[in-house]
């Protein structure tokens, strides 16, 4: 009979591994899986999103050109100049004052873009600072056209002021001018407002307006004799 021999096994090659108990508020240690997304939702999301981002990089482009356009290509305000000025009839008693006084007004357009139009002038001479004399406030008239300036030309306009029969409070005011006057010299202000249009060429396709102010201030007007007859002085034109 056979003598088969059983070899010893033995169990020290095999690793030793360790569990560890995980409690099941313990979730530290695992990975969460990640949802899958079909392909065909992520490509739908992103054909989405190309015509916003392009739609949004125009309307942002436009709105920048406009706003450069805006301030580059904008009218400019008309300059206004005084070529001539005279006073007639000028008397004064210690309650009134009768004065005439003609006026010559030049608008200059600076502008290659631009035309400007007047609607409604108005006019008033001051003595000193706010001592107002007489004014016109329709020097266009009811019902006439605007007054109009092309680009890059001037147009003048003339201003006919009077007092009429005024009666001025104060005293000191009439006497003041009636002794400049005697010494040869008066020096009045000017107070012009203009509502103006602005109407640019074909591919300007905005307008604007407003209302413009000037003042021209220190006009001497001299007086050569008593019969209160004056022309301005100094050198002309004179810009406000």
């Given at each position: 009979?056979?003598?088969?021999?059983?070899?010893?096994?033995?169990?020290?090659?095999?690793?030793?591994?360790?569990?560890?108990?995980?409690?099941?508020?313990?979730?530290?240690?695992?990975?969460?899986?990640?949802?899958?997304?079909?392909?065909?939702?992520?490509?739908?999301?992103?054909?989405?999103?190309?015509?916003?981002?392009?739609?949004?990089?125009?309307?942002?482009?436009?709105?920048?050109?406009?706003?450069?356009?805006?301030?580059?290509?904008?009218?400019?305000?008309?300059?206004?100049?005084?070529?001539?000025?005279?006073?007639?009839?000028?008397?004064?008693?210690?309650?009134?004052?009768?004065?005439?006084?003609?006026?010559?007004?030049?608008?200059?357009?600076?502008?290659?873009?631009?035309?400007?139009?007047?609607?409604y002038v108005d006019c008033i001479i001051f003595y000193q600072e706010d001592f107002s004399l007489a004014g016109n406030h329709s020097v266009l008239g009811a019902g006439t056209q605007p007054f109009k300036v092309k680009m890059m030309e001037e147009n003048t306009m003339n201003v006919k002021l009077e007092t009429g029969d005024s009666v001025f409070s104060s005293n000191k005011v009439l006497s003041k001018i009636n002794s400049d006057k005697t010494n040869g010299q008066?020096?009045?202000?000017?107070?012009?407002?203009?509502?103006?249009?602005?109407?640019?060429?074909?591919?300007?396709?905005?307008?604007?307006?407003?209302?413009?102010?000037?003042?021209?201030?220190?006009?001497?007007?001299?007086?050569?004799?008593?019969?209160?007859?004056?022309?301005?002085?100094?050198?002309?034109?004179?810009?406000?």
């Amino acid at each position: 009979m056979e003598e088969h021999h059983v070899l010893p096994v033995s169990y020290h090659h095999r690793s030793q591994t360790k569990v560890y108990p995980l409690s099941n508020s313990d979730t530290s240690q695992l990975h969460p899986s990640r949802p899958r997304v079909p392909c065909g939702t992520t490509r739908l999301a992103k054909l989405t999103a190309l015509p916003i981002l392009i739609i949004a990089t125009a309307i942002s482009l436009t709105a920048l050109v406009c706003i450069l356009m805006y301030f580059t290509l904008g009218p400019k305000l008309p300059v206004l100049f005084i070529n001539s000025m005279s006073v007639s009839n000028l008397s004064t008693t210690n309650t009134s004052l009768r004065a005439n006084w003609d006026i010559n007004l030049t608008f200059k357009n600076s502008d290659r873009l631009w035309e400007i139009y007047l609607d409604y002038v108005d006019c008033i001479i001051f003595y000193q600072e706010d001592f107002s004399l007489a004014g016109n406030h329709s020097v266009l008239g009811a019902g006439t056209q605007p007054f109009k300036v092309k680009m890059m030309e001037e147009n003048t306009m003339n201003v006919k002021l009077e007092t009429g029969d005024s009666v001025f409070s104060s005293n000191k005011v009439l006497s003041k001018i009636n002794s400049d006057k005697t010494n040869g010299q008066v020096i009045f202000n000017l107070s012009v407002r203009a509502k103006t249009r602005f109407e640019g060429v074909s591919w300007l396709w905005w307008t604007e307006g407003g209302t413009i102010i000037y003042v021209c201030v220190d006009l001497n007007v001299g007086f050569k004799d008593e019969k209160g007859v004056g022309i301005l002085i100094g050198e002309i034109p004179i810009s406000c």
